[in-house]
């Protein structure tokens, strides 16, 4: 069965810092990446999404995440964070299986608190 | 826009007690999706339904059971709530395309007394 790892349950950063949330996945045949973020008191929305083609995926926000398909990798990444990225954020993987589109799994999620 | 509508946004229910969460999608979307989310767990996939009376447990479909006898409307029953059923559920709709983003209902509040 696939499963997502999320590594960081807790990040605390000051502005301007640099952000990388590690995120892994089991499942060995084709998947569909994604980070969905969800703001105090928010749905959850899409950040970003790997499907082919170039790993490094650029998203909103500056955000970008980098898929290495040797490590069942898909970590985010942004350069300098700002108090508004005060967010949690979900790793998700699709595996797609024979006759349907496949199911979309979660990762534990990872709370970002940004420090002003 | 896209809309997923939750019935309800808080219940309180007894142990024992049968309970119906009502999705709504307006986007004729295919694939419809029942997640619980608790802190520290994530958003766990209970059900998954990829067509019109077509469906696919996940992760943790136990003490649940679904229902998709139209396309816009999913529904999640518990048929004897227990205590640690207690959480926030969420519905989530997408397209029949994989790489499609998830569009969110605000959530059901279940608390089990």
């Known amino acids: 069965a696939q499963s997502v790892s999320q590594h960081n349950h807790h990040v605390i950063l000051s502005e301007a810092a640099s952000l990388e949330l590690g995120c892994n996945y089991s499942y060995g045949g084709t998947v569909n990446l994604f980070w969905y973020v969800q703001y105090p008191g928010q749905h959850l929305q899409l950040l970003l999404k790997?499907?082919?083609?170039?790993?490094l995926v650029k998203g909103i926000k500056g955000f970008e995440a980098e898929f290495i398909k040797s490590k069942f990798s898909f970590n985010l990444r942004k350069p300098s964070v700002q108090w508004s990225d005060t967010a949690e954020y979900f790793c998700a993987v699709n595996a797609r299986n024979i006759g349907n589109t496949g199911k979309l799994i979660f990762g534990q999620g990872t709370t970002l608190q940004v420090k002003p | 826009d896209v809309k997923v509508t939750q019935s309800s946004r808080y219940l309180v229910k007894r142990t024992g007690e049968k309970v119906f969460l009502e999705c709504v999608q307006d986007m004729d979307h295919e694939n419809m999706f029942w997640y619980r989310q608790d802190p520290g767990l994530g958003l766990r996939l209970i059900y998954f339904?990829?067509?019109?009376?077509?469906?696919e447990k996940g992760d943790i479909p136990e003490g649940y059971s679904v229902s998709r006898e139209k396309k816009e409307r999913f529904s999640l029953i518990l048929e004897s709530a227990s205590t640690n059923q207690t959480s926030m559920y969420l519905c989530a709709s997408r397209a029949q395309d994989p790489t499609g983003e998830l569009f969110f209902g605000e959530g059901s509040r279940l608390t089990v007394l």
């Open positions: 339904s990829y067509d019109v009376k077509m469906k």
């Open positions: 790997y499907f082919s083609g170039d790993p």
